[in-house]
């Protein structure tokens, strides 16, 4: 069996840097490393919609922005397919039958949906595709035969619960789908970036975000408007690193080849921690450092960027492609999954022999 990648975003806006230490440099690390047979990068549009149901011009608008986020960190087109989730109509047929698998109390569970549902507001008016999406998340991974899920940790429960779906699968209807293995950030600072306000996680939804395409000038202004640690006030005040969200960047972003070429002064960044910790050492010098840090790394990002959009019709015949492989392949899953169920009375000559039989 070979080992197959199946992650994606839903585009509900541009992508963050969030995402890019969450999951999108992983994806490039392990699209080149040439261990994964095939790799499917999914802009999750009928997802999004499961909460912008009223809004999908905002849907629509941002299907081309995450293609050129994906192009632009490094996704290869010759290496993955990227595809447009709606068009591979095999998913949500999956889905159908996969909802039967499933609990609604199990789905109250999921922690993730729970704070999801609390950040919306929705109370008791939650739209009942969003309450179910994390089954149409395990339709996306098994449509592929994904064994490996590169994905931030806010994902850990639709890993879960995929993983319960397939085994009741198999066990019901016999061994049909695979078993997917969720892959977090290494770094623990990666695993939920939290947003330039110091909230939790960075999310678009939560518009505090520093985006993969802003200019230099806009990123700048946000790491200067980062939130750290309130009760440092004067420069020799001790400063606190845990929750300060400039600190948490460092620990995701930064590396010894940094201070050497911007702060020579600290070798590392357990250094640079230290001094804070004692006092005497500045927020705007921290967060200087990291403006060079993150510059860096999203000045490639954003010269490729510049190149895709001048191809804007190349871009779109990517998605094309993609999503016809794509297609193609779910639908290799949906019938076998249909074979398994015994409901693919055309396809399978048994029926009608059978039914002859029974009315002779
Ligand atoms: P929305 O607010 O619309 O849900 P989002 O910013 O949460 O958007 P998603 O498209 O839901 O982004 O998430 C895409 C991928 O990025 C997932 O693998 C998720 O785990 C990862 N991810 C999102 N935000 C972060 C973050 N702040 N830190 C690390 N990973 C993240
Ligand atoms: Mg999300």
């Given at each position: 069996m070979g080992k197959i990648i199946l992650t994606g975003d839903r585009p509900t806006g541009k992508l963050h840097v969030g995402?890019?230490?969450?999951?999108?440099?992983?994806?490039?690390?392990l699209q080149n490393s040439g261990e994964f047979d095939d790799i499917f990068i999914m802009i999750a549009d009928a997802q999004a919609l499961t909460d912008n149901a009223d809004n999908p011009a905002k849907i629509r608008d941002n299907i081309m922005e995450v293609a050129l986020d994906y192009l632009s960190v490094g996704i290869d087109p010759a290496k993955s397919n990227i595809f447009v989730q709606s068009a591979v109509t095999e998913l949500t047929e999956l889905t159908f039958y996969y909802m039967n698998l499933v609990t609604v109390s199990r789905l109250q569970r999921n922690p993730t949906v729970k704070s999801e549902i609390q950040m919306r507001n929705f109370e008791t008016s939650i739209p009942t595709g969003f309450f179910t999406y994390p089954i149409s998340q395990a339709s996306d991974i098994t449509a592929f035969k994904a064994t490996t899920v590169p994905v931030g940790e806010d994902q850990m429960p639709m890993l879960e619960q995929t993983r319960e779906i397939v085994h009741k699968f198999n066990s019901v209807y016999g061994e049909t789908l695979v078993e997917p293995q969720i892959l977090l950030p290494d770094n623990k600072a990666c695993l939920r970036l939290p947003g330039i306000d110091g909230k939790a996680k960075m999310s678009k939804s939560l518009g505090n975000c520093i985006y993969l395409s802003e200019d230099e000038k806009e990123v700048k202004k946000k790491v200067m408007s980062m939130f750290t640690d309130p009760d440092h006030i004067r420069i020799e005040d001790p400063g606190k690193i845990e929750g300060n969200t400039v600190f948490t960047y460092l620990d995701a972003f930064s590396n010894e080849g940094h201070f050497a070429e911007y702060l020579p002064e600290y070798a590392n960044l357990d250094e640079l921690k230290a001094h804070?910790?004692?006092?005497?050492?500045?927020?705007?010098?921290?967060?200087?450092?990291?403006?060079?840090?993150?510059?860096?790394?999203?000045?490639?990002?954003?010269?490729?960027?510049?190149e895709y959009e001048k191809d804007i019709e190349g871009v779109y015949e990517i998605l094309k492609k993609g999503t016809e492989v794509a297609q193609e392949r779910a639908a290799q899953t949906l019938s076998e999954v249909k074979h398994a169920m015994k409901i693919d009375y055309f396809e399978d000559p048994e029926f009608l022999s059978e039914q002859i039989k029974k009315y002779k």
């Open positions: 995402h890019y230490v969450g999951s999108l440099k992983r994806r490039v690390e804070y910790q004692r006092g005497g050492l500045g927020d705007v010098k921290v967060k200087k450092f990291l403006n060079n840090v993150i510059q860096e790394e999203l000045s490639p990002i954003r010269a490729r960027r510049k």
